[in-house]
């Protein structure tokens, strides 16, 4: 089935470790997303990738870092985490950068304590 | 500022009818986005709107207005399975969505 794999589901991890979330998809879609979204606040956009080999930052990129090595994959690293990235993770694509629709994947749940 | 606006929540009864409203203030404006979220799970493309008018797509309609930077998602004929959080995003000049905290459903019987 076409769509976006996200991993780990649910993460708990001590303050101070690096982390990496997966996030593969099988659609030849161009662009990617990462947002986070917190209780009460729309969807924050993170890094985002327009095109394989090319990376830009969101709304909220401290903290995060991310990579474009093709056009499936598209990890976010958090170097060093620290409480307030408690969040739900949701990587995203669509075809092209633009007016087009976001397919979603089912999210990481992270939780820095 | 760039802004989203939209209810917190809103209850309705299975089988009625229900409007959703949202107000957008944008750098420019490529369309508008809504999306249903259902609890613990990922959002799911609803309808875009970047023309006034409304978009009738089975239950669910939505409307824009570009000049007074508002739309409203209709659903009609209510079902249980309704019950979500329901999303609306504006894309800016620069194709960047700014999403709205959401606006949750509670369908009761």
């Known amino acids: 089935i076409a769509g976006i794999t996200q991993a780990p589901t649910s993460q708990i991890l001590a303050a101070g470790r690096r982390m990496t979330l997966r996030c593969t998809q099988d659609?030849?879609?161009?662009?990617m997303y990462w947002y986070r979204q917190d209780l009460g606040l729309g969807l924050r956009l993170i890094h985002y990738s327009n095109t394989a080999g090319t990376t830009g930052k969101g709304e909220v990129p401290d903290g995060y870092s991310v990579s474009r090595a093709n056009t499936d994959d598209f990890p976010l690293t958090l170097a060093s985490a620290v409480p307030s990235q408690t969040s739900v993770y949701f990587c995203a694509s669509s075809r092209d950068q633009g007016a087009n629709v976001l397919t979603f994947g089912a999210g990481s749940r992270l939780t820095v304590l | 500022g760039q802004n989203i606006d939209q209810p917190t929540e809103m209850t309705a009864t299975e089988g009625a009818i229900v409007q959703i409203n949202c107000t957008y203030q944008?750098?420019?404006?490529?369309?508008l986005f809504w999306y249903q979220q259902h609890a613990g799970e990922a959002p799911t493309f609803l309808s875009y709107?970047?023309l006034d008018g409304l978009e009738e797509k089975g239950r669910f309609s939505s409307f824009l207005s570009r000049s007074k930077g508002y739309s409203y998602l209709l659903l009609k004929e209510l079902q249980m399975k309704d019950s979500a959080s329901y999303l609306c995003a504006a894309m800016d000049s620069n194709y960047q969505l700014i999403w709205g905290a959401g606006t949750k459903l509670i369908i009761k019987p």
């Open positions: 659609m030849r879609h161009n662009a």
């Open positions: 709107n970047v």
């Open positions: 944008t750098s420019g404006f490529n369309g």
